[in-house]
């Protein structure tokens, strides 16, 4: 079965580096999502993209963060200059989209840990 | 707008009890109404769904969720509980908001299996 895949499982940065996320969503669905998860917390939307842009952010984010599709595979997150508090599970998630209610599909995340 | 609420963040039951996670949800439409469980170190992994017809829906592992629109609620149940379902699940509502597919995740529930 297709699945989304993330690079790297775990990634450490010192507080002020920028930080690119990466994801290789399943290859025919439209829909891309960064979901994070702080340790032991809930699962917060950050960004939806479609279509080459963005469809919809969160309050979480902001001009810190952005998100590409520099190919017709990957789907990267870039974080600019990682705080303290970036450190969380990065997860990417993807849709076909073609039929209503269908169910995201998650990679494995991303551990990210800013010292 | 969505949200989802789940009632107990942890919950404790013994190997072959009955397994019931709470789940209710606000939708200003139609919902979609999904179960994800994540294992530790891994992503989210769907369980679930409900989109439209039978309000009884069968998942993967033995587990159903029953959808009750009068109580907006989508519980999800299991008749005996394994010790390999300790887990952490998510209960998500999705609708369409301008164009793309909305993902609200409550804030899940720890679920603890004792031998």
């Known amino acids: 079965e297709p699945e989304v895949t993330q690079t790297p499982s775990h990634q450490v940065t010192q507080m002020g580096q920028e930080v690119i996320l990466r994801c290789v969503p399943i290859s025919n669905h439209l829909y891309f999502y960064w979901y994070r998860q702080i340790l032991g917390q809930k699962v917060e939307f950050l960004v939806s993209f479609y279509n080459n842009e963005i469809s919809e952010k969160s309050e979480i984010f902001d001009d810190q963060f952005s998100v590409e599709r520099p190919d017709g595979s990957n789907f990267t997150l870039k974080i600019r200059s990682t705080k303290l508090e970036d450190s969380a599970m990065y997860f990417c998630a993807s849709n076909p989209g073609l039929v209503a209610g269908s169910p995201l599909h998650f990679g494995n995340g991303t551990r990210l840990t800013v010292t | 707008a969505q949200s989802v609420t789940q009632l107990g963040s942890h919950v404790s039951v013994s190997e072959g009890a009955l397994v019931l996670l709470r789940c209710n949800y606000s939708?200003?439409?139609?919902?979609?109404l999904f179960w994800y469980v994540q294992y530790p170190n891994q992503g989210l992994q769907l369980l679930l769904k409900y989109t439209t017809g039978a309000t009884l829906v069968k998942g993967i592992n033995g587990f159903e969720a029953e959808f009750k629109k009068s109580e907006t609620s989508f519980h999800l149940t299991k008749p005996s509980a394994h010790m390999s379902d300790a887990a952490e699940y998510f209960c998500a509502v999705s609708a369409r908001n301008s164009g793309t597919y909305k993902y609200i995740f409550g804030t899940g529930t720890r679920l603890k299996v004792l031998a």
């Open positions: 939708s200003s439409v139609p919902p979609y």
